[in-house]
T-cell receptor, first 116, second 113 residues
Framework: DAGITQSPRHKVTETGTPVTLRCHQT?????MYWYRQDPGHGLRLIHY???????DKGEVSDGYSVSRSKTEDFLLTLESATSSQTSVYFCAISETGGIRTNEKLFFGSGTQLSVL | DQQVKQNSPSLSVQEGRISILNCDYTNSMFDYFLWYKKYPAEGPTFLIS?????DKNEDGRFTVFLNKSAKHLSLHIVPSQPGDSAVYFC????????????FGTGTLLAVQP
């Protein structure tokens, strides 16, 4: 199994509060991703990183920011949480970002976030 | 606009029979397709994949078929086992060196003993 740890595993917060989710990997992979999973939508890409301090937006980036100060850590921040951000958040990693044609993403176990 | 679609939210099959999960896509530039399996309270795990230059890939009980002209792929599980009960996501990779996978909405497979 890929060494990916997400914390916390569960979090309940109130609307308007800031929240930070952490993804930690021990694989030394360059690429890291944040997805959210919602019923009827599958998994959607929020942000991704292609190196330390190098990040870019995904499909549903509004209301989220990310930071990557070390290879192993990728943080997802909800500056002011809203109820629409209640979701399951998954971190994923990949070694080359798709340069190898048969490369796949490896996922963490997820964080269940509830915004009340 | 959903580029990858799984039109069956759920599927129930008997143990030992074949499970067929379907996926349709709209973007002809997708160059690589993957199936992920997800158990409750766990992250998705990779199951099987296929390049757009192939029409079939097999791995044990799992076979993926790709029909590019129809923009359709399917996952066959034979024989189905109760441990296969999970949500299955189809994913596609846009052409070029990117691993920003686009996922379908998932199909919940229930294999009845």
């Amino acid at each position: 199994d890929a060494g990916i740890t997400q914390s916390p595993r569960h979090k309940v917060t109130e609307t308007g509060t800031p929240v930070t989710l952490r993804c930690h990997q021990t694989e030394n992979h360059r690429y890291m991703y944040w997805y959210r999973q919602d019923p009827g939508h599958g998994l959607r890409l929020i942000h991704y990183s292609y190196g330390v301090k190098d990040t870019d937006k995904g499909e549903v980036s509004d209301g989220y920011s990310v930071s990557r100060s070390k290879t192993e850590d990728f943080l997802l921040t909800l500056e002011s949480a809203t109820s629409s951000q209640t979701s399951v958040y998954f971190c994923a990693i990949s070694e080359t970002g798709g340069i190898r044609t048969n490369e796949k993403l490896f996922f963490g176990s997820g964080t269940q976030l509830s915004v009340l | 606009d959903q580029q990858v679609k799984q039109n069956s939210p759920s599927l129930s099959v008997q143990e030992g029979r074949i499970s067929i999960l379907n996926c349709d896509y709209t973007n002809s530039m997708f160059d690589y397709f993957l199936w992920y399996k997800k158990y409750p309270a766990e992250g998705p795990t990779f199951l099987i994949s296929i390049s757009s230059i192939k029409d079939k890939n097999e791995d044990g009980r799992f076979t993926v078929f790709l029909n590019k002209s129809a923009k359709h792929l399917s996952l066959h599980i034979v024989p189905s086992q109760p441990g296969d009960s999970a949500v299955y996501f189809c994913a596609a990779r846009p052409g070029g060196a990117t691993n920003k996978l686009i996922f379908g909405t998932g199909t919940l497979l229930a294999v009845q003993p």
